[in-house]
């Protein structure tokens, strides 16, 4: 499956953004889907997932309550909608899917096949 990431930009502190991955070449809706980020010198880090069915969701601690992930599978899309930005949240995020297998989400960069190439999110302060 191919992932193409967009809806990055600069804001400012408290400000909004919502990032889109469409995916094309499979089956979108056999998919979890995940959002990463990642900074210079450090390990991509987990940001939220959904599983295929959209029946489960996952958010890292540092953006639970401000970042909510959706999917439209008729639009193969999913978004990360997020709100009251904060300058740690500055950093490359990347799209990432792999085939769906029950409920469990993972968070480990790894065990996801595809990825995006990445959407630059800037938040000043």
């Known amino acids: 499956v191919q992932l193409q990431a967009s809806g990055g930009g600069s804001v400012q502190a408290g400000g909004s953004l919502r990032l889109s991955c469409a995916a094309s070449?499979?089956?979108?809706?056999?998919?979890?889907m995940g959002w990463f980020r990642q900074t210079p010198g450090k390990e991509r880090e987990f940001v939220s997932a959904m599983s295929w069915s959209a029946g489960s969701t996952k958010y890292a601690d540092s953006v639970k309550g401000r970042f909510t992930i959706s999917r439209d599978n008729a639009k193969n899309t999913v978004y990360l909608q997020m709100n009251s930005l904060k300058p740690e949240d500055t950093a490359v995020y990347y799209c990432?899917?792999?085939?769906?297998?029950?409920?469990?989400?993972?968070?480990?960069?790894?065990?996801?096949?595809?990825w995006g190439q990445g959407t630059q999110v800037t938040v000043s302060s």
């Open positions: 990432a899917a792999r085939p769906g297998i029950g409920v469990v989400i993972t968070t480990t960069p790894d065990r996801y096949a595809y």
């Open positions: 070449g499979r089956t979108f809706s056999n998919y979890d």
